[in-house]
């Protein structure tokens, strides 16, 4: 076992979750689920605040204000890029995937990745199934153990601690 790992207890936390509109399809099956495994795993309701963006690639600027405003605990990070006739999937996935790691790596509280990059629509939705894979749900229990570790971490390497 580990000596340290955080807890899936969402209980006292709060979360944001930014969500594109593009391929709402499917996306909003991954919001629910993100909400749900929160609200399961003991986040309260209105601890839970929505943000939506036009596409993946607008993810990551709203994300970094978030993170500034210091409000929440974790931010998840929603969407899905699919991919079409042009290089165009190329440049929004890499993008979107490379900027919400570089916020990441350098936030103080868990920024996470779950913004689907399929090469068709079957695949997208095999990965947001209702009640079933979905890469939301996944999200969000990663989202809470994360925050449990980083307050873990922030105790016990305090210089006071
Ligand atoms: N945005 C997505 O979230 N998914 C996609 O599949 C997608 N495709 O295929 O184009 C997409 N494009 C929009 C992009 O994210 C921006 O909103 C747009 O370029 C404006 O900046």
Redesign the pocket.
């Known amino acids: 076992m580990a000596d340290h790992e955080g807890k899936p207890d969402a209980g006292g936390m709060s979360f944001a979750i930014v969500a594109?509109r593009?391929?709402d399809f499917i996306?909003d099956n991954l919001v629910q689920g993100a909400t749900d495994r929160l609200i399961e795993l003991g986040a309260a309701k209105d601890a839970i605040k929505l943000y939506q963006?036009?596409?993946?690639?607008?993810i990551p600027g709203v994300a970094r204000k978030l993170i500034d405003a210091g409000s929440f605990d974790g931010i998840i990070c929603l969407?899905?890029?699919?991919?079409?006739a042009t290089p165009?999937?190329d440049y929004?996935?890499g993008e979107?995937a490379r900027e919400i790691a570089h916020l990441a790596a350098r936030s103080p509280v868990p920024v996470i990745y779950g913004?689907l990059t399929t090469d068709d629509v079957e695949q997208a939705r095999e990965r947001a199934r209702p009640n079933a894979e979905n890469k939301g749900t996944e999200a969000a229990a990663a989202a809470v153990e994360m925050a449990a570790l980083y307050a873990e971490l922030k105790r016990n390497l305090s210089p006071d601690a």
Do not use: D
């Open positions: 594109s593009f391929n996306v963006v036009p596409g993946a690639f607008e969407g899905a890029v699919i991919r079409g165009h999937f929004v996935a979107s913004v």
